[in-house]
Nanobody
Framework: QVQLVESGGGLVQAGGSLRLSCAAS????????MGWFRQAPGKEREFLAL???????YYVDSVKGRFTISRDKAKNSVYLQMDSLKPEDTAVYYC????????????WGQGTQVTVSS
């Protein structure tokens, strides 16, 4: 079955950086779209960034210029480099995957907590 395992979360001061990793297994990674989401307490899950199987990348405005999504097909992994972190970035961050022919994300990781202190 498909498994997505995130790592790299933690506590960081405002202005700092973190790099999240997501290791994927059980799917054809080279033909999958990968995304990062987050959910803060009391808020809905928020889409952050997408990297398609083709290499196309998209960011929502709130993270554009601060976050960078990338993938390593040799390692079946996707990453989210987060710079200039703000307290409002505090949330549980999730990795997600979908087959390139599907519109909705089908598979989800368990999440990793990111806490940004002021």
């Amino acid at each position: 079955q498909v498994q997505l395992v995130e790592s790299g979360g933690g506590l960081v001061q405002a202005g700092g950086s973190l790099r999240l990793s997501c290791a994927a297994s059980g799917l054809t990674f080279s033909s999958a779209d990968m995304g990062w989401f987050r959910q803060a307490p009391g808020k809905e899950r928020e889409f952050l960034a997408l990297i398609r199987w083709s290499g196309y990348i998209y960011y929502v405005d709130s993270v554009k210029g601060r976050f960078t999504i990338s993938r390593d097909k040799a390692k079946n992994s996707v990453y989210l480099q987060m710079d200039s972190l703000k307290p409002e970035d505090t949330a549980v961050y999730y990795c997600a995957a979908r087959r390139r022919t599907v519109n909705e994300f089908e598979y989800w990781g368990q999440g990793t907590q990111v806490t940004v202190s002021s």
